[in-house]
C-alpha cells in the first residue's frame, strides 16, 4: 500500500509511505487523505475517511469509498453485498461507496454484478442469483445496506483464540486440570524409587 504516510492507519497505527499488507489488516484513512493497494493485476484507491479491511482479493468496505481497477477479479464485500467484476478475463473499473446505509456502485469500465448474500446457507442457496443485479458500463445503481455493517475482522486476532473459546476446549482444559490434581494430591506418601528398599 502507498500513501502520503500522513493520516492513514493500518490496524490502529499510523502507516509508514508505503507498507506491505497481511490478510485482515484494517485500513483507515482520514481527512483529505488517499491510499493506494496495488496486488498483481488490481488496484484500488481508497478514498478520504474510509475504512476498509484487506483480504487479499477482497476488500471489506465498513464505510467510505473506494475505486477498483482490477484484471483479477478483485471484489468489494460491504455487508450482505459482493460487487464482483461480470467478466474477470478484462479489465474492470469500478466504484463503491458506503454512505449512510446505502451502498452506491458505479460501472465505469465493463459490467459488474451486486450479489446480495441471504440471511442462511439454505436461504442462498435457494436464491441462487436472484438476488444478482448487473451494473452495465456507464451506469450507477444503489442498493439499501439492510444486514447492517461490514463483517470486519479485528486486526491480529489468532485462530488460537477462537479455538481457546470453544466448549469443547475449555471442559478438555478442565478434565486436564482435574487429572493433574488428583494424581498430585492422590499418590501416596512414599516414592515410586525409594533410596532404601524395604525388606
Known amino acids: 500500500m502507498h500513501s502520503d504516510g500522513i493520516g492513514v492507519l493500518v490496524n490502529k497505527s499510523p502507516a509508514p509511505a508505503s507498507i506491505a499488507l497481511y490478510p485482515d489488516d484494517l485500513i483507515e484513512t482520514e481527512k483529505a487523505v488517499v491510499a493506494r493497494i496495488d496486488i498483481s493485476g488490481s488496484a484500488a484507491d481508497i478514498n478520504a475517511e474510509t ?43 469500478y466504484d463503491v461507496a458506503d454512505l449512510n446505509g446505502k451502498v452506491n ?7 459488474v ?47 488460537a483464540g477462537a479455538i481457546m473459546n470453544s466448549p469443547w476446549t475449555q471442559g478438555a482444559g478442565i478434565v486436564a486440570v482435574g487429572v493433574l490434581t488428583c494424581w498430585a494430591l492422590c499418590r501416596s506418601d512414599d516414592p515410586i524409587s525409594p533410596t532404601s528398599p524395604k525388606n
Open 51 to 93: 475504512v476498509v479491511q484487506f483480504e487479499g482479493n477482497e476488500l471489506v468496505l465498513d464505510h467510505g469509498s473506494l475505486s477498483v481497477n482490477t484484471s483479477r477479479g478483485m471484489t468489494v464485500r460491504v455487508g450482505c453485498l459482493t460487487i464482483t467484476p461480470a467478466n474477470n478475463a478484462e479489465w474492470t473499473h
Open 105 to 111: 456502485v458505479s460501472a465505469l469500465k465493463n459490467d
Open 113 to 159: 454484478n451486486i450479489d446480495e448474500r441471504g440471511g442462511s446457507l439454505r436461504q442462498a442457496k435457494q436464491a441462487a442469483h436472484s438476488n444478482r443485479i448487473t451494473v452495465r458500463e456507464g451506469e450507477q445503481k444503489s442498493r439499501e445496506e439492510k444486514c447492517g455493517a461490514a463483517d470486519i475482522k479485528q486486526p491480529g486476532t489468532p485462530l
